[in-house]
């Protein structure tokens, strides 16, 4: 016999788990008292739970394990809300332990008391409250099942404080049958047919490659399927670095941020041969004219997701691993030659961005290509997320973590926190702008606590840029409440940025040392590479280097909202 907290124990080293994110609390005190002196769990105390979520996240994506959390109940659990939505819209494994009131004072509003699972339901693949102590062993089991398997997700698991504390028997399950949760990772093999059939009918095909592919572990494969076919290769934001980024078959990210050559691909194809996404819609723009010269094949292991957008021909639910396998062997060569070299033209006619001299996002990116040849680089949400996926250079040796389906700003630190922890061998880079760094600045101690030598980038514009960009263009530079720089006593209106302009707070280079980091800012282009090679030798620590950018600089080519793809603003106006 043995407590509730014992087996909880006792579970995650049957799971193989190696590292937890943990925040105590009096509703989670047992869990935490057994796991003291643990030594096979590595405990990480990170300093707000919104920030431990996405360490946990940023961990899982990075090393392909289920990540997990523990806090307490009430605003412990709330603190999860966001990071939980975060990790659930990108497919990301997680179980997150809730602590919880005894089970006789649930529904009575107990101190610090929050129905955690209808909070969650609707934002992650399953939560459940334990209410019995014999339940709990299949419960923990039935939790990284499910997480893990099919199309990952976040499980949430509430333990109330009772049943940690109740005695009962130690046996943990080691399989469990779930009848409702065996999803279909076979190929039908009919649907395989028809898929090549109109391949091999096509002159002008694409593959739209989604972040399916990069979780299911098949850019290999990608790269080989691209390749034997002659096709040529468009990607998500998610689904960057499945083919190489340098790869001559590669064109670029689609979207309202996508390159000129990307986007009129797609708008031009004859076939668009998706696999792995959901055709959100920043990569659809106006959907009435998303590829409608185009026959659609949609590969997902999601269901749901096939035709739920846009209407596809031919609709395959599998994993995408096993699907391009498939293809592998029935697909062949296609005559595409005349094809790509319009794409090529389109390229070379409209570059993703004209080299300019100065400190610009577009040079402090390349620097960071040349210097790290591998690399994990986890960014922030904003212009300094657009700027990454566009600039990046990615594939076996440098891998991208971002917040595709949400966008949550104040995720780049914490994940990166997350992925060094979980790759302690491997640089680890955070691209964030002022305003996301502020928003989970706190996990400076845990970086620098852990030891963890995360270099941390700000592009420091003063603002919050990527609404800035959009109030600049659309909304008659009407700057309202997007200058961090703002004090009480500025003027009204304010519409651009003057030489009267107060100074930035905080003082990055000051916070960082007041935190035992390492601090350096560069105001100028040939800082940059020094900036990066000092970080790159700090190994007792985190190193914030602010990068001073122009006030004013935005993320170009742009869709304005409710237009085609191909009704891009390639070039500031003015």
């Known amino acids: 016999m043995i407590s509730g907290a014992e087996l909880f124990v006792k579970a995650l080293k049957a799971e193989h788990v190696d590292t937890i994110f943990a925040y105590p609390g009096g509703q989670a005190i047992d869990l935490f008292d057994a796991l003291y002196g643990e030594k096979s769990i590595h405990v990480i105390l990170p300093r707000h739970e919104q920030g431990l979520v996405h360490a946990a996240d940023g961990y899982a994506r990075s090393t392909k394990k289920t990540g997990v959390c523990l806090v307490t109940s009430g605003p412990g659990a709330t603190n999860l809300v966001t990071g939980i939505a975060t990790a659930n819209y990108d497919s990301v494994p997680l179980v997150c332990f809730t602590g919880q009131v005894p089970v006789g004072l649930i529904g009575n509003d107990a101190f610090q008391e929050v129905d955690i699972v209808g909070i969650t339901r609707s934002i992650c693949k399953y939560a459940v409250t334990v209410r019995r102590r014999e339940e709990l062993g299949s419960i923990i089991k039935k939790a990284f099942y499910i997480a893990h398997t099919g199309k990952p997700g976040v499980v949430v698991v509430d333990l109330p404080k009772d049943i940690q504390q109740e005695n009962g028997s130690g046996i943990y399950p080691e399989q469990i049958e779930l009848r409702g949760c065996k999803p279909n990772v076979s190929v039908h093999m009919g649907q395989i047919k028809k898929a090549v059939g109109l391949l091999n009918q096509s002159e002008k095909p694409v593959f739209l490659v989604g972040g399916g592919v990069l979780i299911s572990g098949a850019e290999r494969e990608m790269t080989r399927l691209a390749e034997m076919t002659n096709i040529p290769v468009v990607t998500t934001i998610m689904g960057k670095g499945a083919l190489p980024s340098s790869h001559p078959l590669y064109v670029g990210n689609l979207g309202i941020h996508g390159c000129y050559a990307a986007n009129f691909a797609v708008s031009s194809c004859d076939l668009l041969f998706s696999i792995g996404t959901r055709f959100n819609d920043r990569i659809t723009g106006k959907i009435g004219d998303f590829a409608k010269n185009a026959s659609i094949v949609h590969i997902d292991i999601d269901s749901a997701s096939i035709s739920r957008n846009i209407a596809v021909d031919v609709p395959i ?48 990116i390349q620097s960071i290509n040349r210097i790290f040849d591998r690399a994990i680089i986890a960014t922030d949400v904003g212009q300094n997320q657009l700027w990454a996926t566009q600039f990046l250079e990615l594939g076996e040796g440098r891998k991208m973590l971002t917040s595709g389906g949400l966008g949550t700003m104040g ?13 302690p061998d491997t640089d680890v880079i955070v691209i964030s702008g002022d305003g996301g760094f502020q928003m989970n600045v706190q996990e400076m101690a845990t ?33 309202s409440s997007t200058c961090i720089q703002r004090r009480k006593s500025c003027p009204l209106p304010c519409n651009s940025p003057g030489e009267n302009c107060p100074d930035y707070i905080p003082d990055f280079i000051k916070l960082a040392g007041s935190y035992g980091a390492a601090g350096i800012r560069v105001t100028a282009e040939e800082e940059i590479d020094k900036a990066l090679l000092s970080a790159k030798r700090n190994k007792k620590g985190p190193t914030v280097i602010e990068f001073i950018i122009g006030r004013e600089e935005n993320v170009l080519p742009i869709v304005p909202p409710g237009n085609r793809l191909s009704d891009m603003i390639l070039e500031r106006k003015g």
């Open 411 to 423: 995720y780049g630190f914490p994940a990166a926190i997350g992925a060094k922890a979980g790759n």
């Open 317 to 364: 639910v599998s994993d995408a691993k096993e699907a391009i396998l498939a293809l592998l062997e029935k697909a062949c060569p296609l005559c595409t030659e005349e094809w790509l070299r319009t794409i090529d033209g389109w390229k070379r006619e409209h570059p993703l961005a004209a080299e300019r001299p100065g400190l610009t996002p577009q040079r402090i």
């Open 447 to 479: 970086a620098v606590a852990y030891e963890l030598p995360v270099i941390i980038c700000i592009f420091n514009n003063g603002y919050l840029g990527n609404v800035r960009h959009w109030q600049e263009m659309f909304f008659d530079r009407h700057y």
